[in-house]
């Protein structure tokens, strides 16, 4: 263990269970001397990170939907009350109806559209002005501010056939990063996003036909592989540790290079 994180404080939002990308985050974080608090949503997730984050020596575990913003108040004054003050912030959240997640994203329907824009992009915004207001202040030193970090995915710059909606909620998210990065800047605050490659979880088994994603990119990528959280996470510590303490409106992509590759790879087999 190095002391890379030794006296900082951050909130997990987005931990469902232990292949969450979440969890390869927390893990590296806890690894290198974080303390760790973790949001879930609703008592049956509840079930599945108490001891996830027991594992990690945390003890603070709040409820809370961040499509409801009374919600989100109530978890960060429940926050508030255990530490005053807050380094990082991990947003690992998305969802839309599954149900739209396949086909065409001309079929999207105005109800999901709202939603997955809502609990997707928008809840970043939600969260990092209330998470900025628990940051320490910058000092004369140059010490305080803080860093946030959220999750996207290439569906957000090309069409992956299936992603649809999120893709599009992907982009406002990613552009999110930019504005609040600007808006939060002066607060030595940095914002940035992981564009990770594709990853099985309980979000993506979502996505229509997944495994041909999965198996596109492990065929496709530079590394030809695909990534795992372990990969999410050692990038995901470099964000929110001092390591990229000149970094922000970042969208880095954690993608065994697929997004750099313009047509199928002559050595990848058909599948
Ligand atoms: P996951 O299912 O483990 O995590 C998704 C989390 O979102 C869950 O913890 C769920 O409780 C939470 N969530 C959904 N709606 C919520 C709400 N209203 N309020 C609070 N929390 C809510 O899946 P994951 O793949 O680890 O997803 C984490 C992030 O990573 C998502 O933003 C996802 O889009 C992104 N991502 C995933 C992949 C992948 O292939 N798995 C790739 C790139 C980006």
Not at 142 to 148: F, K, N, R, V, Y
Not at 183 to 193: E, K, S
Request: aromatic share 8%; charged share 20%.
């Amino acid at each position: 263990m190095t002391s890379l994180m030794q006296g900082k404080r951050g909130l997990i939002m987005g931990l469902a269970n232990d292949k969450s990308l979440a969890w390869g985050i927390s893990k590296k974080l806890a690894e290198h001397g974080a303390q760790l608090a973790f949001t879930y949503q609703g008592e049956a997730l509840e079930k599945r990170v108490r001891p996830l984050a027991e594992q990690l020596g945390s003890d603070i575990l709040i409820p809370c939907d961040v499509s409801d913003m009374d919600n989100l108040d109530a978890a960060f004054e429940t926050l508030k009350g255990h530490w005053g003050q807050l380094d990082f912030v991990v947003h690992a959240i998305g969802f839309s109806d599954k149900s739209e997640l396949r086909g065409k994203y001309v079929d999207t329907s105005l109800d999901n559209f709202l939603m997955t824009m809502n609990i997707s992009a928008y809840s970043l915004v939600a969260v990092a002005k209330r998470a900025a207001a628990m940051m320490p202040p910058v000092a004369e030193d140059g010490t305080g501010g803080g860093s946030i970090l959220t999750l996207t995915y290439y569906g957000a710059e090309k069409v992956i056939p299936h992603y649809n909606v999120m893709g599009v909620a992907k982009a406002a998210l990613e552009t999110s990063v930019q504005y609040l990065a600007n808006d939060l800047g002066p607060d030595n605050i940095r914002v940035n996003a992981i564009s990770a490659g594709p990853i099985k979880t309980l979000a993506a088994s979502g996505i229509g036909d997944f495994r041909y994603i999965l198996k596109w990119n492990e065929l496709n990528s530079p590394l030809r592989r695909n990534v795992t959280i372990d990969d999410v996470g050692g990038s995901g510590l470099y964000f929110l540790s001092d390591l990229s303490a000149g970094v922000t409106g970042e969208v880095h992509h954690v993608d065994a290079g697929y997004h750099v590759v313009g047509m199928k790879q002559e050595d990848a087999p058909d599948i």
